[in-house]
């Protein structure tokens, strides 16, 4: 499977916007753009999944080691998400203690201010 993975700069954030299934094959890829902006010493991060029909294991984690990357910096990640498939995973690993998930791009840049 292919994933394209898009950078638009905010408001004190920037949105990564991630097409397509994020497995061990694409995980990578998602984890490069993210520290590409961890780099350039951009914390405050929305990831909108809204694209997204999978997400593995490998995944899960490479969003994790990048929330806790940015936390060292007091930023933060934040999720968009609505579909019932991809929130469904968050909720049975436990990751909606970690990760604030949010039903547009809007909602998560205002609670990143």
Known sequence: MDIKVDIKEGEGCNILNVCGDVDVYTSPKVKESINALI?????????????????????????????KRVKEHNGNIVLVCTNPQIKKIF???????????????????????
């Open 39 to 67: 780099e350039k010493e951009i914390y405050n991060i929305v990831v909108n999944l809204e694209d997204v029909r999978y997400v593995d294991s490998t995944g899960l984690g490479v969003l994790i080691g990048a929330l």
């Open 91 to 113: 909720q049975i690993t436990g990751l909606v203690k970690i990760f604030s998930i949010f039903a547009n791009n809007e909602d998560a840049i205002g609670a990143l201010k």
